[in-house]
């Protein structure tokens, strides 16, 4: 019998997966998702925005989300039965990470950092595909030897806009050759922008393919082109009836042929132990 922690993620998996037809066992590929709380207001619930499920199921996969108290153990038994993992947005990882202290705007949730950086580190190991949103694209890179900016200060580019998500405010100038460049006809991009932190410092793994007018960093890739990851700054899934729903049809087409490396397996671009 699986330990209690996977049973819950196992019966979250369902809830998420209520409005499709298939269950988790059809042949649809199932998508981890990791779960924050939702802080500071409610410490005591975890949060993820709707937006993400509706991306997925429409684009034919199955959410499955797992939430921050997994071991390492439990940790592999979930990606065992998964076929590619979403990192979500979410508040800062610790700068601690990446060898700094803590910005006066830092807000931050260990438990979730730490969950993340077990799943990025045995999704490399299996070279499972893997989205990073916002949030996720930030701990993506850290987790794989890339630092943050804490804070952007205010300038031409609002980062963390007020309109709702749903609408864009700034560019994004694409490299037309990256995974990213090529789901779309243009090289420049209208997004949407909810971040007050940035990546920094690019982990080793990764390449810049994208960047907003005032240079910082809104998408990465990795260099490796036979494994698929993506990272974005900005947020897809409120922006799919303008254009962006090709980014996760093509993660979830990824997932479907995603084939893991048997356990065991070397795993070139773990992030270095502290």
Known sequence: MPCPLVQRTLLLAYYLARNTRKDIMSKRPTIALTLGRDLP??????????????????????????????????????????????????????PRLFGETPHPTTN????????????????????????????????????????????????????????????TTHDLNLDPESRLGRLHPQTKLRINSLHHQAIGRVGPPLRVVGRSEDGVIEAIESIDASHWIVGVQYHPEWLRADGHDPLFEEFVARAQTHESVPAGGNNCFARPAD
């Open 41 to 94: 207001d409610n410490p005591n619930d975890y949060r993820i925005a709707e937006a993400y499920n509706s991306a997925l199921l429409d684009a034919g996969a199955v959410p499955v989300a797992i939430a921050p108290g997994l071991d390492h153990t439990a940790v592999q038994s979930v990606l065992d039965m998964v076929d590619g993992l979403l990192l979500p947005g979410g508040i800062d990882p610790h």
């Open 108 to 167: 931050i949730d260990e438990e979730l950092d730490e969950l993340e950086i077990m799943v990025i580190a045995e999704a490399m190991r299996r070279r499972m595909p893997i989205l990073g949103i916002c949030r996720g694209s930030q701990i993506l890179n850290v987790a794989l030897g890339g630092s943050l900016i804490q804070h952007l200060e205010p300038g031409p580019i609002q980062h963390k806009q007020e309109a709702q998500l749903d609408i």
